[in-house]
């Protein structure tokens, strides 16, 4: 199988009024030709503004390096026709706030139509009534009539996957789609995605906070950090027996609903760190549990252990796989 | 045991919405207990809340604390501080919670300023401020130097500075990464069995709520479906909207489901 | 006018240190303290007393003697504009800051209590409102005489549902916010959850619209002085020395004119640049 996706050492750095602040810093991700992969970090890890990059789109006052490679062309390298083509036929994003991605004064049906403006209108109207009926909404025909603010979120959420697939994408960006929704609606989203995923064999690349929801949805894993990707590989691997400290601080302190009730939560202590305040050595090294005085001076290499790549000193330490060992038993 | 909160028939239409949130909701919260209030967006565990605190009216029904009704703000002169120490209640957003323009020394040290005069203020900050697991270095920031953890320990540590005997937790973590919110609710837990404290938790998120409460009330629009021991709702939950929810759940060897159509 | 949050509020101290470097606000500042300085030292500057006639130098063209030349009574123009400036920036002064007082007031109000009491001082500010401030200040002439004292009230009022309209937008939304309502909860009686937390946390919206309506005061009392109902001859005023100035204007000497109008166009672009830069200052940190 080839990649479909490929970044290359990416590194984006803002400018600020002290100079320049690093966001992420050299990401390499690929993602198979209809293949998931979830990226999993808090807030500030740099993992969406790595997904924008993907679409060329870079904050402002800020510089990007690196490649991004899609089907085997350089995104970076695209000339403007290109890559409107690129942006509008080949890659589909979907947000966490669909309201503010959708014309509160234009109709459903006019948004979903709006990518195919090339077909005959009776023509257009069938094929959005049919994109709807796909993701499970039935009267499509009376939908199309209303206007955003009259949709709930969750089904506003369906009419963005409905439009995201209409145009006959690749690959789909899902940045925390269901994050505002409640959980029964967040289960019926991804349900929803899942399938139009394998009906139109699209590759997704899926942002979340949550990794419990990215296992359960794709088939690989990356786990943001501080601008860094700290362990990635299978998802079986990484989200059932974690190798990295930081994935393994994730799922410890994540309260479980089965299995057994965990007596205390094992925190992370302190709170989520930004790329730029990190120092020499591993970004994860001031919250880690683990860590000894070459994490804190040193910056970590992603190695292969197992399936998976992991960005640490000392993963193959016992303690550490003792820790992940427990959160197993417990799950 | 003893009922600490009584909820009778609490109702809250809103007239202008026609609306009702809450619909004839009775429940007891026992002394030292934490009750969570389950339910999804809308399904009224927020105003619920509200109407106990105090902070709305109900249109009908009543709230009894300590065998007493509770009255909605605002209160009379003379029993203000008695209803103060009753119950306090941290919000969900760490941003609005607090008043940007003061320091935490200030934030604390009006409350008790204004609620017991002789006490030692400085002590008393310093005595806080650990309680909920910042130093004394904490104390001249203002809200803007805080992370969203440490604005909502600051937020716990205002509701504790009247020694209350009941919290409301209005989604108190759920704005929290999930590293820092395990930090808060090991708190919250220390801090009740420390302090004999009657929590109120009120959540969306079942594996917060198994990690706090004690029972669980799962509430859909605006009614009680299902109350019972979290263990006992979670491994066999009897109302199909529990189970729903329950479902909905991400974990190992989870699926997303959907329901045949869509509703709403 | 977009509503400030708390959020917003939060960047305050950031914001003011950037509206320090800001070089608009700088220069507007700047032009104000420097009139307000030569108004607090016009005896100690001004070359004549402001009231002297010299009927041997009338309507005199700039010169060395008379740095803005003489009026139609031989007045110097350099000495009355300097003179001029006390008035004409003090009874805009009194108008917005009892206007601020008054709309502030109103607004907390009706946003704290809401409900009925809310509607009905909602309704009153629309319908007085409805009239130019000028109507009012020329009624309070008819009623009370000409002076200062009777327009300066009148517009004081005029001008307080143009403040209370934006201090209730923002209020309304701030006190529902967590940290006002956890005051409540805390016992704090209204008084101090209102006058001191609420207030505070407004006041970057107060200043703005404070300023800004300083600006319209000063035209408005100016244009009152212009058509003879404000302040009366010979008081060395604005807008009385544009109205005393028409006649010379048409005679072929505009310095009168120039001067004072000169000094009015300068303190209201000033005022209004300071006022719109501090607006766009608390509407924007309320979307940040």
Known sequence: MTSLLEIRDLAIDIKTATGWRPLVHSLSLSLNRSGALGLVGESGSGKS??????????????????TVVYDGEDVNTMNRGRLREYRSRQVAMIHQDPRSHINPLRTVGDFLTEGVRHLPRGERRELAVSALADVGIPDGRRRMDQYPHQLSGGLLQRVMIAAAVMTGPKLLLADEPTTALDVTTQSEVMAVLGEAREQ??????????DLELAAAVTDRLAVMYAGTIMEEGPTAAVSRAPQHPYTIGLLASQPNVRGARRERLTPIPG?????????????FAGRCLFAEDHCRTERPAPRLLGESLVRCHRAEDPEIRQAAARIQEES | MTAIIQARKLTKRYESADLLAVDELSFDVHQGECLAVVGESGSGKSTAARMIAGLEAPTSGEVLVEGEARPPVPWPRARRRRLARQIQMVYQDPITSLDPLQTVQDTLGEILAFHDAEADRTARVNELLDRVGLGERYRAR?????SGGERQRVAIARALAVNPKILILDEAVSALDVSV???VLNLLADLRAELGLTYLFISHDLGVVRQVADRCLV??????????DTEDLLSKPEHPYTKRLLEAVPGPGWRPARRQAAVA | MSLISVTGVRHVR?????????PVVAAASGVLAVLVLLALLAPVIAPYPPGRIDLYAIDQLPSSAHLFGTDSLGRDIFSRTLYGARLSLLGPALVTLAASALGGATALVAAWYGGRLEQALLRALDILMAFPGLLYAVLAVVAFGTGLLAPAIALSIAYAPYIARVVHAVAASERRLPYIESLQLLGFPPSRTIGVHLLRNLRTTIVAQTTINFGYALLDLAALSFIGLGVQPPTAEWGLMVGDSSSALLNGSPQESIAAGGAIVLTVVAVNLLGERLAARAGRSSRS
Not at chain 1, 200 to 209: G, S
Not at chain 1, 273 to 282: I, L, V
């Open chain 1, 49 to 66: 503004v790595s997904t924008r990059a993907v679409m060329r789109l870079a904050p402002e006052h800020s510089r990007v390096n690196g």
């Open chain 1, 200 to 209: 139109h064999e699209l590759a997704l690349l899926f942002i979340t906070h």
């Open chain 1, 271 to 283: 709170r989520p760190t930004a790329a730029h305040e990190s120092g020499p050595g591993c970004p």
């Open chain 2, 142 to 146: 203002r809200p803007s130097d805080l």
């Open chain 2, 181 to 183: 919110q395990a930090q």
């Open chain 2, 219 to 228: 509430m859909l629009g605006g009614r009680a479906v299902e109350t019972a």
């Open chain 3, 14 to 22: 950031g914001a003011a240190s950037s509206l320090r470097r800001d």
